[in-house]
């Protein structure tokens, strides 16, 4: 297994969709909990490769070209989440309505996307950038330290000092992981 990391692409946007269904349970894979499995890769992972103030990088596997895990995330949050509110969720309302979603994790995704969540000042005056990170299970290992240290070498030359995460507080080996590189909870 010969992995590089290089700088996300728009073109990368089916393989980060599809490795956020595949994580979206919680580390596991969220394809039983949708008719719809685009939806995660539509809310997490496919904006940052396509909205302003957005960034990522990706996992290639080098024989196969393949990729297989990324990080992405925006280095000015509020102008991201007002780009998207403004831009893409609505668009995306319309494409994916409540009315015709029959299972829970569908509607959720749906709902998200009209009323997209408002974050506590106490998260922003920590840092304005945020991150989302997903790597395929056989990559796990080594590698999410790797995209870590990536991001934070290219967020440094930005003049960024901090950053972020949501996570789902189900998923123990994400928090421990998390835990060990430094992260911290903040406060709300």
Not at 134 to 142: A, H, K, N, R, T
Not at 154 to 170: A, C, Q
Request: glycine fraction near 6%; charged fraction near 20%.
């Amino acid at each position: 297994m010969t992995v590089k990391i290089r700088p996300a692409l728009p073109q990368d946007a089916a393989a980060l969709s599809r490795i956020c269904l595949l994580t979206a349970d919680a580390g596991q894979s969220a394809e039983h909990l949708h008719d719809f499995p685009e939806l995660p890769g539509l809310v997490w992972a496919v904006p940052y490769v396509q909205l302003p103030t957005t960034w990522g990088f990706v996992m290639e596997e080098e024989s196969s070209g393949e990729v297989v895990g990324y990080i992405v995330g925006s280095t000015d949050t509020p102008a991201y989440e007002k780009y998207a509110a403004e831009n893409l969720w609505p668009v995306l309302s319309e494409r994916y309505p409540v009315s015709v979603m029959t299972k829970p994790a569908d509607q959720h995704y749906a709902k998200l996307l009209r009323k997209f969540r408002v974050l506590p000042d106490t998260t922003l005056a920590f840092s304005p950038a945020h991150l989302h990170i997903d790597i395929l299970g056989s990559y796990q290992v080594g590698w999410g330290r790797k995209l870590i240290q990536t991001a934070v070498e290219y967020l440094s030359g930005e003049g960024i000092d901090g950053i972020w995460l949501v996570m789902n507080p189900t998923n123990v080996n994400a928090r421990k992981f998390y835990e060990k590189l430094g992260f911290r909870s903040i406060e709300i």
